[in-house]
């Protein structure tokens, strides 16, 4: 099925650094998604994305957090500065126009020492 | 607002057996509900979707679940169960439309026991 890859699958840095999390969607799709998941319990909604605008973002997307696809490359979520609640795996997901279907990546686990 | 709740956090079968992991859901309006399936380490994969229509909807791998409506659930269940099932599923719904995120219950970790 359709593959969203996610780069790198785990990255530790100190708290206060900055961190690029990548994304690279299925081809064709439109919408993109960025999810939290601390480790056993359930996945988080942050943020979605569309034409280049984010629609809707939870309480959990900090001022810290931005995202951004440039020029249709990779869908990236930045935090600077990193805190240590921020550690978790984060899900990259992307869906078609007009599809409910989110199709995740395997995640990215950052720890944030 | 809406919201997934899936009451057991833990399940054990033994290999063979049936299953049925359960899901409840509040929602004002028509949602989409999904199961996805959460394998160690990886993402999350689609094991089925409701839309409209038959309220028994087929997935992957002998997966199937049932909407009901005036309970506000959608049980996955599976008829015989085999070791590699061995997961944590995710009941989820979202709304209708598109870039419509989906709310995700607490999961369930699910155990095959031989």
């Known amino acids: 099925g359709p593959k969203v890859l996610q780069i790198p699958s785990h990255q530790i840095i100190d708290m206060g650094q900055m961190v690029t999390l990548n994304c690279d969607p299925v081809?064709?799709?439109?919408?993109f998604y960025w999810y939290k998941q601390i480790l056993g319990q359930q996945m988080e909604f942050l943020v979605n994305?569309?034409?280049?605008?984010?629609?809707?973002k939870s309480k959990l997307f900090k001022d810290q957090f931005s995202v951004e696809r440039p020029d249709g490359s990779y869908f990236t979520l930045k935090i600077q500065p990193t805190a240590l609640e921020d550690s978790a795996v984060y899900f990259c997901?992307?869906?078609?126009?007009?599809?409910?279907?989110?199709?995740f990546g395997a995640g990215t686990r950052l720890s944030v020492l | 607002a809406q919201s997934v709740t899936q009451p057991d956090a833990r399940v054990t079968v033994s290999e063979g057996a049936s299953l049925q992991l359960r899901c409840k859901y509040s929602?004002?309006?028509?949602?989409?509900l999904f199961w996805y399936v959460q394998y160690p380490r990886q993402g999350l994969q689609l094991l089925l979707k409701?839309?409209?229509?038959?309220?028994v909807v087929q997935g992957v791998n002998g997966f199937e679940a049932e909407f009901i409506k005036s309970n506000s659930s959608f049980h996955l269940r599976k008829a015989s169960v085999h070791w590699s099932d061995s997961a944590v599923y995710f009941c989820?719904?979202?709304?209708?439309?598109?870039?419509?995120?989906?709310?995700f219950g607490e999961g369930t970790k699910l155990t095959v026991s031989s």
């Open positions: 997901a992307s869906s078609p126009l007009g599809g409910n279907t989110l199709y």
């Open positions: 081809s064709n799709h439109l919408y």
């Open positions: 994305f569309y034409n280049g605008k984010v629609m809707e």
């Open positions: 929602y004002s309006g028509t949602p989409y």
């Open positions: 409701y839309y409209s229509g038959d309220p």
């Open positions: 989820a719904v979202s709304a209708q439309g598109g870039s419509a995120k989906l709310i």
